[in-house]
């Protein structure tokens, strides 16, 4: 009976040591996040761009310009009355010549290319810049771009992307327009890692600076992760090699089941926000018969529109003491 419990006893105490040493690595690991998260050495970009270390700098940036008429004339809108800060376009797309003449003769307006390698509606659809022939990969059975982002993945070639890519860009400066920035339809660029290498080595070779988040602060990464995002070592070494300016963070507006329900969706948005440089994405688009037809989130994008310039909208921004840019004026304090 001694010996059995001698040995439950050694037992135990090799149990208690282990949890012991378990409670101390823990412990270890919590506090160097809490570090990292705090680090004196941390600076935001918006630090670094020269803005206040304390503010919230941000961006309302109109995506998918280009994409009908529809989509230009409420971006216009927003643009003109001073109501967002940015927008860019879709190469590919019906419209786009349109609002790349409209950007031509709106010189001070920061408007960029919105990188296309997807056309995701029911009938409103569109193919590639390039050739269908060199491109095959992008395509799907119906001579159109593949409606999501894991068809691309799954079907297209790193050298098929960035000859798309390389098109897009080609067609704009062709036109007449050296775009702003550079970011990516329904984030198509970012599925996979050899993608993101393709879009990241274009923004350096043509000098445009391309939307990217810094994977510095912790919390930003791991949402980024739980989203389902392929954030691997070499994501995070392409992102920290990467010679042009970076945001913060990033968000989209955030819907409702009423237009009040989506502005107080809103308001609690950027009240979340932290210090930083951070892009905040919509999708205006003027309610019209047709547009109806191209997507079943018409009416949020007809809200978006009314969000911008509701003057309760404007005075929240003001009480907010919010800083507000542009890609423009990134690249002129880089």
């Not at 109109?62 to 971006?75: F, H, I, L, S």
């Amino acid at each position: 009976m001694d010996i059995i419990c001698e040995k439950q006893k050694r037992y135990y105490l090799r149990q208690l040591t282990g949890l012991f040493i378990l409670l101390i690595i823990s412990s270890c690991v919590q506090r160097a996040d809490r570090e990292a998260e705090a680090s004196p050495d941390y600076h935001t970009w918006a630090e670094k761009l020269g803005f206040p270390a304390d503010k919230r700098v941000l961006i309302f940036h109109a995506d998918d310009m280009g994409m009908a008429d529809e989509a230009n004339e409420a971006t216009f809108y927003l643009m003109e009355n001073g109501l967002i800060q940015s927008a860019a376009a879709m190469p590919p797309c019906p419209a786009y010549e349109d609002a790349i003449k409209w950007a031509i003769a709106n010189p001070h307006f920061d408007v960029g290319i919105h990188l296309t390698l997807t056309s995701e509606w029911r009938t409103h659809r569109w193919g590639p810049v390039s050739d269908p022939s060199d491109v095959p990969g992008l395509v799907d059975p119906d001579g159109y771009m593949w409606r999501s982002v894991q068809d691309v993945v799954l079907n297209a070639t790193p050298a098929e992307v960035e000859k798309e890519l390389r098109a897009q860009i080609e067609k704009t400066l062709s036109m007449g327009y050296r775009p702003d920035h550079m970011d990516t339809h329904m984030g198509t660029v970012f599925g996979s890692n050899d993608f993101t290498e393709v879009y990241l080595r274009l923004a350096e070779e043509y000098n445009i600076p391309a939307m990217v988040v810094d994977y510095s602060n912790p919390a930003v990464l791991e949402r980024y992760k739980q989203s389902g995002y392929p954030i691997t070592d070499r994501l995070m070494e392409m992102i920290d090699n990467y010679s042009l300016p970076r945001l913060d963070n990033f968000w989209s507006v955030p819907g409702g089941k009423t237009y009040e329900e989506m502005r107080e969706n809103f308001f609690n948005l950027i009240r979340s926000l932290e210090p930083g440089l951070t892009e905040i994405v919509f999708h205006p688009q003027l309610e019209s018969e047709y547009g109806k037809t191209i997507t079943g989130s018409w009416q949020q994008r007809s809200w978006e529109v009314e969000l911008f310039a509701d003057p309760l909208v404007k005075e929240f921004f003001g009480q907010e003491g919010l800083i507000f840019t542009n890609w423009r004026d990134i690249m002129e304090r880089f």
